[in-house]
């Protein structure tokens, strides 16, 4: 039988949404579960963020994360911190982390998730062609990077080539307990 590949919309998705539930029903307890997945994006992904400010109110850092709902994750989509002019990452941010960490655990979300590019590491510029080599090889003096492990992220891999011909990222998570 020859198959083709169809991409969705509004309405065929109605068609996918009775497969998924029939396929599934403990993951899609109803059609309409499965239907909000397939095209409400509200549904599986959301976006929050929160903000420092300074004593006039002017904001001086801020952290974006994204909801990855269906994964029970909140992952850190972008930030920084304005030290006098100078732009500092994650470790400038921690009442942030701390908040994001809260509302993580309101939601019963299990993990916290970042990452952070190669910029500093000794395999950035590098083709990587072991990934569990490049894992247990990996080495920065980047403050960023030990507030992080300090702060309970562990590393939990590398996406090559993420930001570029050999710019990796790596990839960290907290496991919320």
């Given at each position: ?65 994204r ?25 400038k ?31 950035d ?53």
């Amino acid at each position: 039988m020859k198959m083709k590949v169809i991409q969705l919309n509004r309405e065929n998705a109605k068609g996918v949404a009775k497969l998924m539930h029939n396929l599934k029903p403990e993951w899609w307890p109803t059609f309409e579960d499965a239907y909000g997945q397939l095209t409400h994006i509200d549904d599986s992904i959301g976006t929050i963020g929160w903000f420092l400010a300074d004593e006039n109110g002017n904001p001086v850092g801020w952290a974006l994360f994204r909801e990855m709902k269906t994964l029970l994750s909140l992952e850190l989509e972008c930030s920084g911190f304005n030290d006098n002019g100078v732009f500092q990452l994650e470790h400038k941010l921690k009442d942030l982390f701390d908040i994001a960490e809260k509302y993580a655990r309101s939601k019963g979300y299990t993990t916290l998730k970042t990452g952070m590019s190669s910029i500093e590491f000794n395999i950035d510029g590098q083709e990587i062609k072991d990934i569990p080599e490049a894992l247990s090889s990996l080495k920065t003096n980047r403050i960023d990077y030990q507030w992080l492990l300090d702060y309970g992220f562990r590393v939990i891999g590398i996406h090559p080539n993420a930001y570029g011909n050999n710019m990796h990222c790596i990839l960290f998570a907290k496991e919320l307990k």
